[in-house]
């Protein structure tokens, strides 16, 4: 006789010790067993990519500066973010300077969120700005010349 009874989940075979297993109860029960694996492994909603797993386990990177009074700053990323939070350290994100222009120390840019005229971020790169002269009222100040710099990267 092949098994009396079965596993409450796969209906696999769940012989008793009076049972007589036959051969084909373990092709079928391999093909139990195949079946639903196969269909768990294929269910992409309830699996993560290597991709997004790489998100959970190391969802940012800090990177500090030093400015170099250069108009424009270039760093190359080391890996695929999509935004970016950049401030220039002891300062308030924005204050008005002595000619009543508004210097901004904090931006946020991303790929998706676009680019500004403070800096620009592709998946590559980002580029900061460093304003020399006020544009409308508006000095973008994130490579000044000794300035200290953080970069907050977010994947």
């Not at 006789?1 to 796969?10: A, F, G, H, I, V």
């Not at 373990?26 to 991709?51: P, W, Y």
């Not at 997004?52 to 190391?58: I, Q």
């Not at 998946?123 to 544009?135: L, N, Y």
Request: proline content about 3%.
């Amino acid at each position: 006789m092949s098994s009396s009874s079965y596993t409450p989940n796969l209906g696999l075979c769940a012989w008793a010790s009076t049972d007589r297993p036959k051969h084909i109860d373990f092709v079928n029960d391999n093909a139990i067993i195949d079946e639903k694996l196969g269909e768990h492994l294929s269910n992409t909603g309830i699996h993560v990519t290597a991709e997004e797993k790489a998100r959970y386990t190391n969802p940012h990177t800090i990177v500090s500066y030093t400015g170099d009074g250069a108009v424009t700053k270039t760093f190359t990323l080391s890996d695929s973010y999509t935004f970016a939070l950049v401030f220039q350290k002891s300062c308030p994100p924005v204050k008005i300077d002595d000619n009543n222009n508004l210097v901004v120390h904090f931006a946020i840019v991303g790929r998706t969120i676009g680019s500004s005229s403070t800096m620009t971020m592709n998946s590559t790169s980002i580029t900061v700005v460093q304003d020399s002269t006020a544009t409308d009222g508006v000095k973008n100040n994130f490579n000044e010349n000794g300035g200290q710099y953080v970069m907050l990267l977010f994947k």
